[in-house]
């Protein structure tokens, strides 16, 4: 049931929250459809957060069950994709509490062994079809981008990712992250340095 | 470090943001004179934009292709283990419901209790309210001092005829 004032929200125009709206009703193929649109999205950020595919599978589907847990009482109050990114900023925090930095030292000292590296590495060959020697160079500066991001702390890096991979503007990412678009600007400028003072020599 | 000190952190900030298109006109303009006026910013920003075009090198795995349908099966799993009784807007309502029940019980049961009390329990003060009238005239009767004067009194016609004349040119 949409309530007078939701009737008037502008996000309605958001084919997403079209979605969700019918999910309320029970409309379980637009829930289908909203995993469809998001997951790769979230396997992404998550993957990219935390050097680890299975976890990021976890976190994604953890993600949409608690869209799905929530569809009764959902008011289109803000993009779905805010709402999305929200979620999944809280599992981000709440899982780098309970699991620490366990698999961020892992990967950092064991880059040639570690699975995202072997999944990015498929995705570059299989993007680029260059020669062996290039592909090469472009496996070890993939890992580099990936040291250099799990360089950054934990808000920086989820900034950056909402930023980068999502096109997000410093006002939904900060309401994504609970933060004022000026704390956002601050939060991705410093990342920004830090990732020049990394890969700087990276840099053509 | 060193060309990076020379920029103040709000500059810094301000190159960030400018990249990123979110600066409004006023700061927009002022990054482009400093960008016109200085060879460090210059050199800061194209830095800045070339390392962050880096991250598009980062993997961007694809879901496996069970996922969609291992979502949507434990979502419905979920429903089926969690029986609407043990949802949490039901347990909300029926809490709810409970303390409105009680509340109107409470409420009825203090009205019921008003009124059987206000009608069969007698209290010291009923008498008086009952004789409310005798007492509010009791001067009046004391004067008369008998019954049988009264009917006295109301046997005669003239007279009653004339008190009552005088009544009610009294009242007009």
Known sequence: ?204 | MEKLSRLSTEDRENLSAYLDGELDDGGTQRIETLLVQSSVARNDVELLSKTYDLLDELPRPDAPKDFLEKTLATAKMEQVKHPISEQQWFITTQKMLILSGWTVALVVASAIGFMVTNQYVERPDDALIQELPLIQNLDRYEEVQSVEFLDLLTADEKLMEEMRKATSYEQK
């Open chain 1, 1 to 204: 049931m949409v309530t007078s004032s939701v009737s008037t929200s502008p996000y309605l125009r958001d084919p997403d929250v079209q979605l969700m709206l019918r999910v309320k009703d029970g409309d379980d193929s637009a829930f289908a459809q909203i995993v469809e649109r998001f997951q790769n999205r979230l396997i992404g950020i998550f993957t990219n957060m935390f050097a680890d595919n299975a976890l990021a599978e976890d976190l994604s589907q953890e993600v949409f069950l608690r869209i799905y847990r929530a569809r009764q009482g959902y008011e289109p109050t803000a993009k779905l994709s805010t709402w999305i990114f929200q979620i999944a900023n809280n599992l981000a925090s709440n899982s780098r509490r309970s699991k620490g930095r366990k698999k961020e030292v892992q990967f950092k000292v064991s880059n040639s062994g570690s699975q995202p590296v072997q999944m990015g590495e498929n995705n570059v060959v299989e993007k680029s079809g260059l020669m062996p020697t290039r592909q090469l160079d472009n496996v070890e500066l993939m890992e580099r981008v990936q040291v250099a991001l799990l360089d950054l702390n934990e808000r920086q890096r989820m900034a950056v990712l909402l930023h980068r991979f999502e096109g997000m503007s410093y006002a939904d990412i900060g309401a994504a992250m609970e933060l004022s678009p000026q704390a956002v600007k601050s939060l991705l400028s410093r990342a920004r340095e830090n990732l020049r003072e990394i890969l700087e020599n990276y840099v053509t």
